[in-house]
């Protein structure tokens, strides 16, 4: 038999409360049940103790702190609550319980009021006929669901943590997931009635607690206020936003968690705190299931909201290595608060703090604004581009080797056991094994066109108009779109040819790994240019983005979780300034590695007439990367022939001439304007006149702060 413990005693009730009979009465409140009871003689005939068999569920067990009568000082025992009856130890080792309180006959008592008055944080109190026993709990989330084990009815009265608008699948699990980390969540849906069936079947049980209006969710709200909204983007965001504000105080924090587009984050931002309050756009990836067990997460916006929702947001994030969440503020800007930190520290005249304060404020006047959402709009890109080299990979392997499905997905899962593990290589396995229900595969019978829903366009655009070569994401869009035009291809199949009579006599397993080792090379390109997007963005937008943060909030819980994005945040641990993933030695060397393959990969398919855009995309950038000269020369005299552009010579640069070419056209040129650079060329010049103001003023702080960036 096992040894008695408070998890395995069976006794129902004990004769013996005497040790708690003398505990002081609590103060009294003129709602609590204490007070209803002096005028009510039909509450104080409630026996404290009754013959009743306890219930076989552990609700909680863990350790409070009792106020005991005596000292008048707390004292923490072991409880395990098995309603109705709640079993009090000395510790957790004790074989017999000390102490036994009956919930059926008792008063669980919670009130904000009470709180206030007892002066004692995480306290609650249980009430009997003949006592009051005060309670404390380790912290406010212990407290609460100390107060749920004791009576579920008390989630009502108990203000939750943060709020969620939206109850589609993926509000409903990310819910449920912060309820699972003992957050309390107020659910909330346009429509009511959606509220309702969420209380009465997926959340059944659980803390969560319900608003039937934006007044009465805003009212069960602790402070500051914590909203996400779940909602779709565009419109439906600024309403919501537009009807929260009159209801929020300063200081209130708004949090859009849906796939909006970066431009309306900023928009947001701005406007939001004219009236004092706080928006955070955050990139939420992982689908329903990363939404229910763990997400990542991408939150900028204003920084000051970030220690009113980093303990929610990093406790419900997925986890990598030793228990890091995949979820950070995407930008550094946070360490300007260190910086003037270390100018307080430093001994200077009170008038150079007020100066560096003012330069601070100009430094960062620009803000993280969209910052969160660009960078989750570069994980859906860089999405875009892994799927479609995929589909790639497995176009060869179909229609050059002519493996079978099983074939196939056998060696998906060998590639996922390499330095391509990643959760899309894992379900394209699973999807090449799937079989219909007559026994057949699947995936023949699905249609070839593919959709979108415009993420991955975005980063197209964006890269457009910053001037980034973000080409394999691009072609990634295109292939896509040419997917859709289902019905010009069936007929172009028909009158268009390829070529002819070609088979594949080569060494198959051989192939198989140059194909493997060609998209391992591609990956590192998309990567690469997804990057430099990043980069370039902040340049234009003045954000000083984590990108080794970055690259651990993808590590785990999102679409593009892999192992490969372990080896990035090393990279730029290794150099936090690398300009291009391809210039870190790990890579460099890992693309030579792939590079006679990924060759060898390209030219095969093309030979066999199979549509690459990617794999070719990817090597062209590569070629083009890794070249000195490009033919670009001759563009920018055809540029000047034509149009007066103007060009640089090698000799010296900086310095654009025009040339006339035909003997008769001129010597005067147009502008050598460039819309790429110029935002670009401002934004550094602003930035480092202020620096140097900086440096000539507080050259030793300046060298402190510089040294805690470099740690």
Not at 4 to 29: G, H, I, K, W
Not at 139 to 152: H, R, V
Not at 306 to 314: A, C, R, S, V
Request: hydrophobic share 40%; glycine share 8%; with cysteine.
């Amino acid at each position: 038999a096992s040894a008695a413990t408070p998890e395995n005693s069976s006794r129902a009730s004990s004769p013996s409360c005497s040790d708690y009979e003398n505990f002081p009465m609590v103060p009294t409140l003129e709602t609590s049940y204490l007070a209803r009871a002096g005028k009510n003689e039909f509450l104080n005939l409630v026996p404290d103790i009754e013959e009743m068999r306890p219930g076989s569920v552990v609700s909680k067990k863990g350790f409070l702190s009792f106020m005991e009568p005596r000292s008048n000082s707390w004292v923490k025992h072991f409880v395990v609550v098995r309603r109705p009856y709640v079993f009090i130890y000395n510790n957790d080792k004790d074989p017999v319980e000390r102490g036994v309180l009956n919930l059926s006959t008792a008063q669980v008592e919670y009130s904000e009021d009470q709180q206030a008055m007892l002066k004692t944080p995480n306290t609650f109190a249980v009430c009997t006929k003949h006592r009051g026993i005060l309670l404390q709990a380790n912290n406010e989330k212990d407290m609460n669901d100390w107060l749920y084990a004791f009576n579920p009815l008390l989630a009502g009265t108990i203000r939750a943590d943060i709020a969620l608008i939206g109850l589609a699948v993926m509000g409903q699990n990310l819910i449920m997931n912060m309820n699972d980390h003992g957050f309390v969540v107020c659910a909330y849906n346009r429509t009511v009635s959606k509220v309702h069936d969420f209380l009465q079947n997926e959340a059944k049980g659980s803390k969560v607690i319900g608003a039937e209006s934006l007044e009465d969710m805003v009212a069960k709200l602790k402070k500051p206020r914590r909203i996400i909204l779940l909602v779709k983007a565009g419109q439906a965001v600024d309403d919501f936003i537009d009807k929260l504000v009159p209801l929020l105080e300063p200081g209130d924090i708004i949090i859009d968690g849906g796939n909006s587009e970066y431009r309306d984050t900023t928009r947001r931002c701005k406007s939001l705190k004219e009236k004092n309050l706080l928006f955070v756009g955050s990139g939420v990836s992982g689908g329903e299931e990363g939404a229910r067990y763990g997400p990542s997460l991408m939150p900028g916006g204003h920084k000051e909201a970030w220690p009113h929702i980093k303990d929610i947001f990093q406790s419900i994030a997925a986890k990598v290595g030793t228990g890091e969440p995949c979820c950070d503020w995407v930008s550094l800007a946070l360490l300007a608060d260190e910086l003037y930190t270390i100018i307080l520290s430093c001994v200077v005249p009170v008038s150079y703090i007020v100066l560096s304060q003012m330069l601070l404020n100009v430094l960062l006047q620009v803000g993280d604004e969209g910052a969160g959402h660009f960078v989750k709009m570069v994980h859906n890109g860089i999405e875009y581009g892994d799927m479609q080299l995929i589909c790639e990979a497995y176009h060869l392997m179909k229609d050059v080797l002519g493996m079978e499905h099983d074939e196939m997905a056998q060696a998906f899962d060998s590639w996922n056991k390499t330095e391509l593990d990643s959760f899309l290589i894992e379900i394209t396995a699973n999807i090449l094994k799937y079989r219909d229900t007559d026994g057949t595969h699947l995936l023949p019978k699905i249609r070839d066109s593919a959709g979108q829903k415009g993420t991955g366009k975005w980063t197209a655009i964006s890269a457009l108009e910053y001037g980034t070569p973000v080409t394999l994401i691009g072609e990634a869009v295109f292939a896509r779109c040419l997917s859709s035009l289902k019905d010009e291809r069936v007929e172009a199949s028909g009158s268009l040819s390829g070529p002819q009579g070609v088979q594949f006599s080569g060494n198959k397993a051989a192939f198989l790994e140059d194909i493997r080792k060609a998209l391992y090379a591609s990956k590192i390109i998309s990567y690469a240019q997804g990057f430099m997007l990043l980069r370039q963005a902040a340049k234009e937008f003045g954000w000083s983005l984590n990108y080794g943060a970055i690259a651990l909030m993808w590590r785990g819980g999102c679409i593009i979780r892999s192992v490969f994005l372990g080896k990035i945040k090393e990279a730029f641990d290794r150099d936090s300034e690398l300009q291009n993933l391809l210039l870190d030695s790990f890579f460099s060397n890992a693309v030579q590695d792939c590079q006679e393959s990924w060759r060898r990969t390209v030219s095969t398919g093309v030979q066999h007439g199979i549509p690459m855009p990617c794999f070719t995309t990817a090597l062209s950038f590569y070629d083009g990367y890794r070249h000195e000269k490009l033919p670009a020369n001759l563009l920018q005299a055809q540029r000047d022939y034509f149009g007066a552009h103007t060009y640089e010579l090698l000799s010296n640069p900086g310095h654009f001439i025009h040339t006339n070419w035909t003997g008769h056209g001129g010597n005067v040129s147009s502008s050598s304007y460039n819309c790429f650079t110029l935002v670009t060329d401002v934004l550094l010049q602003f930035y480092l006149s202020r620096i140097i103001v900086c440096v000539q003023i507080f050259p030793p702080v300046c060298v402190s702060w510089c040294s805690s960036l470099s740690r």
